[in-house]
């Protein structure tokens, strides 16, 4: 079917991604990206709101075409192999809702019934804290509680590899903590961890690499301490503005 | 060789499609509206209709009621849920991301339609028997002549008017657009089938394109069903070629996302 694919050894990269291109109307929104995750890596893609972070995951996890560029996803092409790399790959979507009149436990039921050998319900409540909320609906839950379980039903099929866009945007604190040690859970299991997002702090401690985007492009490709050596700064924050000569705080 | 390639392309197991159709059915059973219209509103237009009718001869012993009204209410049933419920339920969930967030799983968004025609055929079952309970029950209606004939003529029915409603779900843009294009194809298509007193008081031109269109058609095959009659052709083949109509254009228009 595929001869690069089914020559690659079991170390092979979890993702390939090869000059990616993608554009709206007119408007490139992502712009000859390259980037390379190997397996049990966590990297972070990292830049300001319109940079091409989840369009650039968002083909990655197959969910849209690129206009040009190649994408392996654990040596399989998810548009081709589309359901292959389902069973394999969890995703975390930024704004998808969910079925609102179903409870959390009715969702997660749901979910975990599309795979093969799903993690068990119980389980997954219990990584995002929402135990105590199984019998509410979907729609009456806080936009925060939404969140985490999306996150949970992003785990359901016990993926080998987890694309998160904005995993904890809009959480607070104690829940902020609790998702970042559910991805230090995942790290642990070997699991493959790509993560959009555009606060440092969770970057810093979750990220072995970083991607850096910025206008669709490939600004830099390291690990936080390598990006901040590389502009030579001293915290992340001032790595990032002297790459993209852009605050990525006051953007939100 | 890459592990990967033992996972085997598997589709979601069939206890996944039985999951998904009790999920979808919930999802009806808690939309208030979307539940009561389908089987109330039939029934009101029944029991409003059938004083007079149930006492208007028509022929060999049937009424008014059985060959007029019960038709009739029997095609509202299918109207309601097909064209209007059904493509509100789509459209929601293509505006709100659902089939997206859908798409990124096993499951095929696909399996959400076949899991939408599941529980809405199961609907338009309790409307029918809600319906026929009161007409046979209460009104003293009588059961169609030819059962099997009346029996194919309302499945095909049922095909014909979730194929309209696909084509709403499939071309409009939100949620509020499905159920406005639902609601006022479901009323231009009753009220050209005779839902507001009879095609006969149409003008003839109307009256002849009703009778073309799947309401109009379905009533007056499932009339002459009733009473013993031979369907027309011409009935059936409207209401299949709704169906293949509707399938073409519904699936080269229909976005998940």
Known sequence: ?252 | MSTVHAVAARRPALRSWLVLVVCEAKMVVRDTAGLVVPVVLPLLILVMSAGSAAEQPVADGYTALDVFVLPLVLTIVLGTIGVINMPSFLAYYRRTGVLRRLSATPASPAMVLVAQVVVSVAQALVGLAGALAVAFGVLGARPPAHLAAALGVYALAMAAMYAVGMVVAAVAPTPNSAVAIGLIGFFALGALGGMFGGRSTLPPALAAVGEWLPFGAAVEALAAAWVGAPVDTAHLLALAGTVVVGAAVSAAFFRWT
């Open chain 1, 1 to 252: 079917m595929s001869p690069p694919t089914s020559a690659e050894p079991s170390g092979a990269p979890a993702i390939v991604a090869e000059r990616l291109h993608k554009r709206y109307r007119g408007t490139t929104a992502v712009h000859d990206v390259s980037l390379r995750v190997h397996r049990g890596e966590i990297v972070g893609v990292l830049g300001v709101n319109g940079a091409g972070k989840t369009t650039t995951v968002e083909m990655i996890a197959g969910l849209r075409r690129p206009d040009g560029g190649t994408v392996r996803v654990l040596g399989l092409d998810p548009q081709r192999d589309r359901a292959r790399v389902r069973q394999v790959l969890g995703v975390q979507l930024q704004d998808a809702y969910l079925h609102g009149a179903l409870t959390v436990a009715e969702l997660v039921g749901l979910y975990r019934s599309f795979y093969p050998h799903p993690r068990p319900a119980a389980e997954l409540l219990g990584l995002v804290g929402l135990d105590g909320q199984r019998h509410v609906r979907f729609e009456k839950l806080s936009g925060g509680q939404q969140q985490r379980l999306s996150i949970a039903l992003a785990l359901a099929g016990a993926p080998r590899l987890v694309v998160l866009d904005e995993l904890t945007t809009g959480l607070d604190p104690r829940a902020r903590r609790r998702m970042w040690a559910t991805v230090e859970g995942l790290r642990d299991d070997g699991v493959t961890v790509l993560l959009v997002s555009h606060a440092m702090e969770e970057v810093e401690r979750l990220c072995d690499r970083v991607v850096l985007l910025d206008a669709g492009r490939v600004v830099a490709t390291d690990t936080p301490a390598g990006l901040v050596a590389r502009a030579g700064a001293t915290t992340l924050d001032d790595a990032f503005v002297t790459l993209t000569g852009k605050q990525l705080e006051d953007v939100e």
